[in-house]
């Protein structure tokens, strides 16, 4: 379907079928390939062809099942530029079989790649990723009826959930407090010790009641970011600051998104997915302004501490 006008999918077409027999050998004494006749030489030419990209998923065996629900519930994905479709999902197979088909117009085809994703659907969260399998579309063969279908083929999963993979990541780290999100500058490097060593400053009020929420994500592609684990930490937990004294570091362990909600059989002994190093504090030396800079009337910290003596008291009377 034509995400864009999907009404094109649906108009009449002018087709010319070239109806006849058709010479052998392309004609005699130079002549046309084809001469008029009362008969049909095939039921095909009738028709004019009109070319569409098929794609069948049969089945998929030894699919990687999840570290954290110890379960596997698969589906496919077929992209091909900016089309896409997906096959029905299976609950707890490793083995699953779905034996569909999807269709794509060649005069809609603008991608040179057919993408295939096997993915494990999640509860909570973004679905993950299990493999794929990249088709380059000069090399996809073209069948004309009454030609034989093509029989099925098995395809080894790339990036495959479990394996070792060539490509180390390059992340980053998206801070949230309240509504206010910040991010660090994308790691420069491929590594497995990522290491940024940068300053976010938000603005917080007591109590305190809100949470800094971390989450590391994998840049995967230039518009897709995978996410690697996150952690909430309670604004509390972190030392006050009035002077100039260093704020000691500590470790945090991140966890994968989603697995605080699965219960019962899905949930099992959680490890952590990674760790990340963290020097934070609640900063009193600041002043935080609410009101124009150009007729500011309180410039003191925002610590009472680190407020100055008064040097008098003024009574206003009227």
């Not at 062809?49 to 077929?78: F, H, I």
């Not at 089309?83 to 794509?104: C, D």
């Not at 590594?191 to 400053?201: G, M, S, Y």
């Not at 909430?232 to 500590?250: A, K, N, Q, T, Y």
């Amino acid at each position: 379907m034509n995400p864009s006008n999907p009404q094109d999918d649906y108009k009449i077409k002018d087709t010319k079928p070239q109806l006849g027999e058709r010479w052998p050998h392309g004609g005699v004494r130079g002549g046309g390939g084809w001469i008029s006749s009362d008969r049909v030489t095939s039921t095909y030419d009738l028709v004019e062809q009109m070319y569409y990209l098929y794609v069948r998923v049969v089945k998929a065996r030894d699919l990687p099942t999840n570290p954290v629900t110890g379960s596997c519930d698969p589906y496919v994905e077929v992209k091909l530029g900016n089309y896409k479709g997906k096959t029905q999902h299976f609950e707890k197979k490793m083995n699953p079989e779905w034996n569909q088909v999807f269709a794509f117009a060649k005069d809609k085809i603008q991608s040179t790649d057919l993408e295939v994703f096997v993915r494990d659907r999640e509860m909570v969260g973004r679905d993950d990723y299990l493999g794929k399998v990249v088709f380059d579309m000069n090399e996809v063969p073209t069948r004309v009826p009454p030609d034989s279908p093509l029989a099925p083929q098995w395809y080894r999963l790339e990036d495959r959930r479990g394996e070792n993979k060539s490509q180390l990541p390059q992340v980053l780290v998206k801070a949230q407090v309240g509504n206010q999100i910040l991010k660090t500058k994308l790691c420069p490097t491929r590594t497995a010790n990522p290491f940024w060593n940068e300053d976010l400053i938000f603005v917080a009020a007591e109590p305190f009641e809100e949470q800094l929420v971390l989450t590391v994500e994998n840049k995967v592609a230039p518009s897709k970011d995978e996410l690697v684990g996150r952690i909430g930490l309670p604004l509390h937990i972190f030392e006050r600051r009035l002077d100039h004294r260093p704020v000691h570091s500590r470790w945090f362990n991140l966890q994968k998104f989603g697995f605080g909600v699965l219960e019962g059989d899905r949930r099992k002994e959680h490890k952590f997915s990674t760790r990340i190093h963290l020097r934070a504090c609640l900063e009193g030396g600041y002043h935080v302004l609410d009101e124009s800079t150009m007729y500011i009337s309180d410039q003191r910290p925002t610590a009472r501490q680190l407020w100055k003596q008064p040097i008098g008291f003024l009574k206003w009377e009227s």
